[in-house]
């Protein structure tokens, strides 16, 4: 378990500061973590119980986070454009989609392929999420951030790193 960022807007520089390089930061992490377990558990010679722990952990760690994550960013909502926020649900609700798909495919560990491309959707359209958010917040400075949504944005990576 990560600690907490705590965000200080007490300079100038601090209010001014934009969202950008906490969120580059903060998804290229995440998306380090999601390689590190799914691309070890789509090679050809993994087996089922490494492709099992990387069901466990996007049923687990990786929707909780993506749970925090998409609540911080609606926190956000009066923030964005109309275009912003309707990209920003579809992805969201792809990401949805595709989580709730795994808890209907009987026995995907058992078939690599299937998992493989299973996974694969899943890491493409994380990656668009994360491209999303960070071009709609990116802009944001942290001095327009409410002390509520600030902390919302503090906790994502509570559980980032969990063992599988």
């Given at each position: 378990m990560t600690t907490a960022t705590?965000?200080?807007?007490?300079?100038?520089?601090e209010i001014k500061t934009p969202m950008l390089g906490f969120l580059e930061g903060l998804h290229q992490r995440w998306l380090r973590e999601v390689r590190g377990v799914l691309d070890p558990a789509?090679?050809?010679?993994?087996g089922v119980w490494l492709r099992w722990r990387a069901l466990q952990y996007l049923a687990g760690g990786f929707t909780r986070r993506f749970g925090r994550e998409r609540?911080?960013?609606?926190?956000?909502?009066?923030?964005?454009?109309?275009?912003?926020?309707?990209?920003?649900?579809?992805?969201?609700?792809?990401l949805?989609?595709?989580?709730?798909?795994?808890?209907?495919?009987?026995?995907?560990?058992?078939?690599?392929p299937e998992f493989s491309a299973v996974t694969l959707n899943l890491l493409t359209a994380l990656e668009y999420w994360c491209q999303q958010v960070e071009e709609a917040l990116g802009s944001v400075r942290w001095g327009d951030v409410p002390v509520e949504s600030r902390h919302l944005?503090?906790?994502?990576?509570?559980?980032?790193?969990?063992?599988?």
């Open positions: 705590v965000f200080r807007t007490e300079s100038t520089l789509r090679q050809q010679e993994a609540q911080a960013v609606i926190s956000l909502h009066a923030q964005l454009t109309g275009d912003q926020a309707r990209h920003l649900w579809a992805a969201g609700e792809l949805n989609q595709l989580l709730r798909h795994l808890d209907h495919i009987a026995g995907l560990c058992h078939h690599r944005f503090e906790v994502i990576p509570d559980d980032l790193v969990e063992s599988c």
